[in-house]
């Protein structure tokens, strides 16, 4: 280890023991496709429904954010496998972090529930509550995995049968993804 890099962990560690673990250590992000139909706000609508799942946009894109401390975090804020932790988190950079500025100041959007999320859909689709709202599975999901059949994705297997003779016992081909 050189010298500077003695001196950065020494600033990290010192940065992370006045924070307490009670930012950075609590939450998981995800990166998502930006949503764009009406089947893609609804699949994140059931997403944002879950105790501790959100939504944002920020310049980087729309992801979902899981609030879940890590399970190493200690009733001190600090790290119980530090010497051992993640590479993920080796890598982490504090030098600016959410001890600086919150991260939710850079949030074009941001919906914390169910509620939020579906006000935001009324505004930018007219017709949101029309009944047949959802017609197409969200972009992403295997058109042959989940069937044609109506706005469910399910397809029963006497259907997925008849239109694909070729369908085994085990059911309908899904793609790799």
């Known amino acids: 280890m050189t010298r500077e890099s003695k001196g950065r962990e020494r600033r990290t560690e010192e ?3 006045h ?5 950075c250590c609590t939450y998981v992000t995800q990166k998502i496709d930006a949503p764009r139909s009406k089947a893609d706000f609804d699949h994140l609508l059931w997403q944002v429904s879950h105790r501790g799942v959100e939504l944002f946009k920020e310049s980087g894109g ?3 954010l899981f609030r879940s401390p890590c399970e190493h ?6 790290c119980g496998i530090y010497p051992l932790r993640p590479e993920v ?6 030098d600016w972090c959410e001890l600086d500025q ?13 509620a939020a999320l579906l006000a935001y859909c009324r505004r930018r689709f007219r017709r949101w509550d029309s009944p047949a709202r959802v017609t197409t599975p969200p972009r992403g999901i295997d058109q042959e995995a989940t069937g044609t059949e109506g706005s469910t994705g399910i397809r029963s297997r006497k259907s997925s049968m008849a239109s694909n003779s070729s369908t085994s016992l085990r059911g309908p081909r899904v793609s790799g993804r």
Do not use: V
Not at 73 to 78: F, I, K, Q, S, Y
Not at 89 to 94: G, L, M, S
């Open 73 to 78: 975090l200690g009733e001190d804020g600090l």
């Open 19 to 23: 924070c307490g673990g009670r930012i």
């Open 102 to 114: 919150p991260a939710e100041e850079n949030f074009q959007l941001h919906f914390t529930d169910h």
């Open 89 to 94: 988190c080796r890598a982490y950079d504090n």
């Open 62 to 64: 729309w992801y979902l």
């Open 15 to 17: 940065k992370c023991g």
